[in-house]
């Protein structure tokens, strides 16, 4: 979080995924300004995980229209701003009153 703010990613949401799925214990969505500082931001990012001795795997950054980087127990989607509220990620992983998340039997 501290390195997507540090790089001037905007909007910078996390959602907590244990117990609701097993692909990650949190999901982490940010977006940038253009496709360039999206790609800035997920290349940096990477190298950050990377030095603190963990992995990392970049899926998108050709386009750097949606950029995954995967780093185990976390993964960060970032965006350009279109593609953010076009896939509207944050409604499908959506907690509800009881806690559930709504929308996973969906996806």
Not at 6 to 26: E, F, M, R, T, Y
Not at 27 to 54: N, Y
Request: charged share 25%; glycine share 8%; proline share 2%.
């Amino acid at each position: 979080m501290k390195s997507l703010d540090d790089d001037q990613a905007q909007d910078i949401v996390s959602i907590p995924l244990a117990g609701k799925s097993n692909i990650a214990d949190h999901m982490v969505i940010a977006e940038g300004r253009s496709t360039r500082q999206v790609a800035s931001i997920a290349q940096k990012l990477s190298e950050r995980i990377k030095q603190s001795g963990g992995t990392a795997r970049i899926e998108g950054l050709a386009n750097a229209d949606w950029v995954l980087v995967d780093a185990g127990d976390v993964i960060i989607h970032l965006f350009r701003p279109e593609v953010r509220s076009f896939y509207n990620l944050e409604r499908m992983w959506a907690v509800d009153e009881e806690g559930d998340a709504a929308g996973v039997a969906e996806a």
